[in-house]
């Protein structure tokens, strides 16, 4: 089974998450990880999309966040576009897969991951590499169930 993770990030905490999801998945599936700049628009016999971003303002990024973001930090972040906007850019016939989410934040929360960031360092909350890396692998345990019928 092919999945695709594709992730945005900033400062590095979401792109650490992206792959423990994908070092997860890829117990019993073959997982590609790849920068929301480098992502395709277009695949065959996907059989799972994980898209994971930070939030900002209590919502995916848009250019004006994106843009605070830069100015907070020294040497550039790691991605230029937005998962937002490359989601939207998808052709309809990409958008018939599977699809999981996930997103970073700074505040604890059940279904996000949690980064702390201090200023030019890349600070993730301790447990959340593996709490991503469990995800990924339930995720793929659950598309082979659903695969198998
Ligand atoms: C412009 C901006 C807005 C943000 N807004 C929120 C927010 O509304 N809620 C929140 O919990 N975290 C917020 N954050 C924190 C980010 O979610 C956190 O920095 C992110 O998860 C780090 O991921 P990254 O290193 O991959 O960029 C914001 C960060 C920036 C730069």
């Known amino acids: ?3 695709l ?3 945005e990030s900033m400062f590095g905490n979401t792109e650490i998450i992206a792959r ?3 070092k997860g998945l890829a117990t019993s599936c073959e ?3 790849v920068n929301v700049d480098d992502a395709p628009a277009q695949w065959d016999g996907l059989g799972l999309l994980v898209v994971g971003g930070p939030t900002h303002a209590h919502g995916m990024t848009r250019p004006g966040t ?3 973001a830069r100015q907070e930090v020294e040497g550039g ?10 989601l939207s850019a998808l052709p309809t016939a990409s958008r018939r897969v599977p699809f999981a989410v996930f997103d970073t934040r700074l505040r604890r929360a059940r279904w996000s991951f949690f980064a702390d960031v ?4 890349t600070i993730l909350a301790d ?3 593996e709490r991503a890396e469990a995800w990924g692998a339930a995720l793929a345990t659950r598309l082979l169930q659903t695969a198998a019928g």
Do not use: L
């Open 118 to 121: 201090g200023k030019n360092a």
């Open 5 to 7: 993770v594709v992730f």
């Open 20 to 22: 423990a999801i994908g």
């Open 127 to 129: 447990d959340e590499q």
């Open 77 to 86: 972040v790691r991605s230029a576009t937005g998962v937002r906007e490359w």
């Open 66 to 68: 994106r843009k605070s």
């Open 1 to 3: 089974m092919q999945v």
């Open 31 to 33: 997982v590609d990880v």
